[in-house]
């Protein structure tokens, strides 16, 4: 039965019995020097790309490191992602070295953590004028690496490669694959059908390597090599579905596939010379062998399906570059990666009490709303008032809310019965409503002037900036 006037309470629900902590042993990436000091201050750049995105979501919860963002002028992610993000003139236009060492002195930043490969060509030529580290293994492996040709010269004999072809005058049945010598991401790679189709695309005077096409399943080798030259992580995915170059849908490569892949991986490291986190492509052929397709030395996106198995490549690498010595821990079991689209939102809303409904708003269909439980504590967080309104007709309100573990969440608890507007017990000032009922939403909209929100409109209220 619902009560008869509305009852506020202020942080006086039962507390739930305070939990007994117990310190164990760390799983995952762990740094064998206990007294380093560890709070690095690190330049993602450019950090609205893909990869850059990766380095956030490794970096931004690691006590070790403060995350920075530069980027060039123009439309992408990383506003959503940082609350300041520095300019950096385009690395192809004049300018853009002396912009970036008076960043890097100005923010007294520790290492510069590259996000693409266009960056990472130009930092290579000039990172050792630089006031500080560039992640990224030894130049000449990069260099190596950014070349195919010489890739797979350096590899010749060691790894198995696909067919090549100097000329068309060489191929003796379509289709090939061409692909330039210095492309990344799949960018300018086709599958030519004919000799015209050919001739079609050496005519445009891009610097294409001719090969074999390989039509079986594709894998992608994470790999981590430390300072010693220990391969400690060589992990391969198949990229299941591929749109745009970016593999969209990810899983283990099973099993079957590990000690060969690992040898593969022993080859190139020592071979190039490579050190921290790295990854190489492989592809089938028509009897289901493995032929190598490039090597890279770039945090790759989807490196995500082995960092939450335990291999954290962004933090080994720095702790790597700053000589220290690391181990791995990865956590057994298949997993499989999916990417979509993801939603991030900017707005002009400023608000300081957030006025939230209960059932079929925070707690939905028996089940807590995800969604908003993350605002309500991205509220807390910023120092916001909670004030849960229900109308709910729980005889036990407290006991309900302690059900779902949320009586503590609330700085107040305003219980009204079914007759009340809602609209009477708010204070507008600096405050938003959230509520399913668009009635009520209606009436505080039209009464007090303030945002109000449904639960399929609280999506734009997240912020994940640091």
């Known amino acids: 039965m619902a009560p008869m006037h509305a009852v506020r309470a202020a942080c006086q629900l039962p507390r739930r019995p305070r939990l007994n902590y117990h310190a164990h042993g760390v799983v995952g990436s762990s740094v064998s020097t206990p007294n380093s000091k560890l709070r690095w201050r690190v330049l993602v750049f450019p950090a609205g790309t ?49 912009a970036l ?103 445009t005077g891009t610097d294409l390597l001719i090969q074999e096409y390989l039509p079986g399943a594709e894998f992608t080798v994470d790999c981590f090599t430390d300072r010693h030259g220990r391969l400690l992580v060589c992990e391969g995915r198949e990229r299941v579905r591929v749109r745009m170059g970016t593999s969209m849908h990810g899983r283990g490569a099973g099993p079957e596939r590990t000690a060969e892949i690992r040898s593969l991986g022993e080859a190139i490291s020592s071979r190039l010379g490579l050190r921290g986190a790295w990854f190489f492509q492989l592809k089938e052929d028509a009897g289901g062998a493995l032929r190598l397709l490039e090597v890279d030395v770039r945090i790759a996106g989807t490196m995500a399906l082995n ?34 689209l993801l939603n991030r939102f900017r707005h002009a809303y400023e608000y300081e009490t ?35 309104m229900t109308k709910s007709l729980e005889e036990d309100l407290g006991a309900y809310l302690e059900r779902w573990r949320i009586s503590e969440l609330f700085d107040e608890v305003i219980h009204l019965p079914e007759s009340a507007s809602k609209a009477d017990f708010i204070e507008p000032a600096g405050a938003i409503f959230i509520d399913d009922s668009y009635s009520q939403r209606r009436e505080v909209a039209e009464r007090h002037g303030i945002p109000t929100f449904d639960p399929s409109m609280v999506e734009a209220l997240l912020d994940e900036r640091i």
């Open 50 to 98: 893909e990869n850059g995105i990766e380095i956030f979501r490794a970096l931004s919860v690691c006590k070790e490191v403060a995350l920075l963002a530069a980027a060039s002028a123009g439309s992408h992610h990383a506003p959503f992602l940082y609350r300041a993000v520095h300019e950096i003139p385009d690395v192809r236009r004049p300018g853009w070295q002396a």
């Open 354 to 388: 957030v006025y939230v409904d209960l059932d079929d708003t925070l707690v939905l269909n028996e089940r807590l709303n995800l969604t908003l439980v993350t605002l309500l504590y991205q509220s807390l967080n910023a120092g916001r008032r909670i004030v849960l």
């Open 101 to 203: 060492i008076r960043l890097i002195e100005q923010e007294a930043v520790d290492f510069v953590f590259p996000a693409n490969d266009i960056v990472i060509d130009a930092l290579v030529a000039v990172r050792e004028q630089l006031p500080c580290p560039v992640v990224l293994p030894p130049s000449p492996a990069v260099l190596v690496a950014r070349s195919k040709r010489e890739t797979f010269r350096r590899l010749a004999g060691a790894v198995p490669l696909p067919a090549s072809y100097a000329s068309p005058d060489e191929i003796e049945a379509f289709p090939v694959f061409v692909k330039p010598d210095a492309g990344y991401g799949g960018q300018g790679a086709r599958l030519v059908r004919s000799r015209d189709a050919l001739a079609a695309e050496l005519a």
């Open 307 to 340: 960092r939450v198995r335990g291999v954290n490549f962004p933090l080994l690498s720095l702790y790597d570059l700053a000589g220290l010595d690391v181990e791995v821990q990865i956590n057994p079991g298949p997993i499989e990666i999916d990417r979509c």
